[in-house]
């Protein structure tokens, strides 16, 4: 109690506060602008904390977050595309009841259904944090090596479209975390000789390269194809709205709990969550066949689960030092330019600081209702503002932030290569995501490795020798059959099944973000 209510006094201070408003205007913006995901937005936020006190650099980038999010909706239902991968599940449906003249309508239900979405996950966030933080006091290097291990498998292997791609993405984002010095032996790796490579590349510079220069490369070679100017206001119904919500409450419920559950995944994230939630709410339905025609039970499921898994997707950053997703292997390099160690023991240490990242979500979340009216009231404005004003802006913010890292010209070329590169994985149909956490889970997965080998003399059956590590290695192992599984199941149906007839619904493996944007 004493942490919480300390939290609070850390967060309600007026810079705090003024922080959290900057951080909405902005994340609403950025969630806007297709082509500016919340990834790409965070890492344009990454040079201004460095200028930040820690509660204010997480409150930042916890409210950007979540607002992001949500404003990935207006251009989805007013253009057709969406702002986010995680609202790429429902756009086509919001658009159809835009055309129907409910675009006012549906983004409040989108609204709403966050806010709702974004609380369940805070209050799961909050308790669970603790309590894994207490249960991981007791983790080993067995233990830490699975979960690294689980959150590399779901990363590559369930949350990519094409398992063999996400492996060589996931390939090249480990051999990166090997460059330096080994952290056992001390001998160099891939430094060439260089000085300036015996400390390994840092990964935020490849971050913001990954994830903004290549979207600045890709709206310069595939503009967006909308025209915002085509985007209309329409009249909003808060009392349409709240009624649909209340007959898909049992929608709601299960969206929020379906994206708790898969944000809290290592290697997850709110895209997977949004994309299942979305395909249960259509198995589930008593009119499936509305579905694609303007239908809003989709809407409520997933809108609610995207928000919920933007939350949890910080539990395992926090409590193992493990990301969610690739917003939060941000925020852990965050943590560590703030001199600050994602782990169990960040829960003892620095109590305070771990519960106002609760208490920003909350604020951020509730803040998120009027601030979400305005920018549905001024989505046709916010939606005119060009690409060709905008990516330059976005390019200056991205070299700025990769140059004040070490004050030094090498994050900038690292900066840009890994932009081109990742340009390229991308119109390549490979998933970058696996890349970033390959990168920043390699350093934990192989130091946890080598400590426990040096423990047990090379004894390899030690990593089940604890019943925990022995569950979680069962868990990865089991994650990596799946695609095996999967496609003999595929290739099975295709033999029994009736000609035509096609594969059923596929819960498990939606179409991913990728797929639907590209």
């Given at each position: ?128 944090a603790t309590w894994l933080a207490e249960f991981a006091l007791e983790f080993q290097y067995y233990e830490y090596f699975w979960l690294a291990v ?182 852990i390099g965050v943590l560590f330019l703030k001199g600050l160690e994602p782990g169990p023991m960040v829960f003892v240490e620095n109590a305070p600081l771990v ?164």
């Open positions: 109690m004493d942490a919480l209510l300390a939290a609070f006094a850390l967060v309600f201070r007026l810079e705090i506060l003024a922080v959290i408003l900057g951080a909405c205007v902005f994340g609403i913006f950025a969630g806007a602008m297709p082509g500016i995901s919340a990834t790409v937005a965070v890492a344009l936020l990454v040079p201004i904390t460095f200028f930040m006190e820690p509660v204010a650099a997480l409150a930042a980038i916890a409210t950007a977050v979540a607002m992001a999010i949500f404003a990935g909706d207006l251009p989805g239902a007013l253009l057709r595309i969406p702002g986010m991968p995680a609202s790429a599940a429902y756009a086509e449906e919001a658009h159809e009841m835009t055309l129907r003249g409910e675009g006012g309508t549906v983004l409040m239900i989108s609204l709403l259904c966050s806010v709702v979405g974004g609380l369940v996950g805070t209050l799961a966030l909050a308790f669970s689980i959150g590399l498998s779901t990363a590559a292997l369930v949350a990519a479209s094409n398992p063999v791609k996400g492996l060589v993405s996931l390939s090249i984002g480990l051999l990166l975390a090997t460059v330096g010095l080994d952290m056992i032996s001390g001998q160099p790796r891939f430094t060439f000789g260089t000085l300036t490579l015996m400390e390994g590349i840092h990964f935020i510079p490849v971050m913001i390269g990954v994830f903004a220069v290549a979207e600045v490369l890709r709206c310069l070679i595939h503009p967006p194809r909308g025209d915002g100017r085509a985007a209309k206001v329409q009249r909003i119904d808060v009392g349409a709205a709240c009624r649909t919500i209340w007959r898909y409450r049992a929608n709601l419920a299960r969206g929020s709990g379906i994206g708790t559950l898969i944000g809290a995944l290592p290697g997850a994230g709110s895209d997977i969550a949004a994309w299942v939630s979305f395909a249960l709410a259509r198995r589930f339905s008593k009119t499936p066949e509305r579905f694609g025609k303007g239908h809003p039970e989709g809407i409520v499921a997933a809108s609610a689960s995207n928000n919920s898994a933007t939350s949890t997707t910080w539990v395992p950053s926090l409590v193992f030092g493990i990301p969610g997703d690739s917003v939060t292997a941000i925020v519960y106002s990242i609760f208490v920003s979500f909350f604020v951020a979340n509730l803040v998120l209702i009027p601030v979400g009216y305005v920018a549905i009231r001024l989505a046709s404005q916010l939606l005119r503002v060009p690409s060709t004003v905008l990516m330059p802006i976005v390019l200056v913010f991205t070299m700025v932030g990769a140059y004040a890292i070490n004050n030094s010209m090498l994050g900038v070329w690292i900066a840009l290569v890994a932009g081109i590169v990742s340009f390229f994985m991308q119109e390549n149909e490979f998933p970058v995501a696996p890349l970033i956490l390959g990168m920043v889970i390699g350093g934990l997965l192989e130091q946890n490795f080598m400590q426990a080998m040096i423990a047990q003399r090379g004894d390899l059956t030690a990593f089940f020798g604890r019943p925990i590590a022995a569950g979680l290695g069962v868990l990865a192992i089991l994650i990596w059959l799946s695609p095996i599984v999967a496609a003999l199941r595929r290739r099975r149906r295709r033999r029994d099944g009736p000609p035509g007839a096609g594969a059923p619904q596929d819960v498990a493996r939606p179409r991913t973000p990728d797929e639907a944007l590209s």
